[in-house]
């Protein structure tokens, strides 16, 4: 499966954003979806995952509360809305993808779980 990022841009703290990831592939409702970010200078960090149903969804410590993590598999496609935006959400974010009925947190939040990336999309907050 084929992944692109989209929705990336500049936007002042406090504002909001929706990435997107459509897939190019067969079978999207099958697999885990996850976003994750690297900002300069910084290793790749998890922010947040979907099962393959929708019916889990999981949050970085960092995001909860501010992001929502969200699919449509009849679009093949998985978003990231980010409100509150916040200087230190400055990064590169990527989504990812693995096919698995697996939605617990173990398996969701770890990069080493996922075989599909797709190129990321710059989101850059300015205070």
């Known amino acids: 499966v084929q992944l692109q990022a989209s929705g990336g841009g500049s936007v002042q703290a406090g504002g909001s954003l929706r990435l997107s990831c459509a897939a190019f592939g067969h079978s999207f409702s099958s697999y885990a979806m996850s976003w994750f970010r690297q900002a300069p200078g910084k290793d790749r960090v998890f922010v947040a995952a979907?099962?393959?149903?929708?019916?889990?969804?999981h949050y970085a410590d960092s995001v909860k509360g501010r992001f929502t993590i969200s699919r449509d598999n009849a679009k093949n496609t998985v978003f990231l809305q980010m409100n509150s935006l916040k200087f230190e959400d400055t990064a590169v974010y990527s989504c990812?993808?693995?096919?698995?009925?697996?939605?617990?947190?173990?398996?969701?939040?770890?990069?080493?779980?996922?075989?599909?990336w797709g190129r990321g999309t710059l989101v850059t907050v300015s205070s």
């Open positions: 979907i099962s393959w149903n929708g019916g889990d969804t």
């Open positions: 990812a993808a693995v096919r698995t009925r697996y939605s617990d947190s173990y398996t969701l939040t770890s990069g080493r779980s996922y075989d599909y």
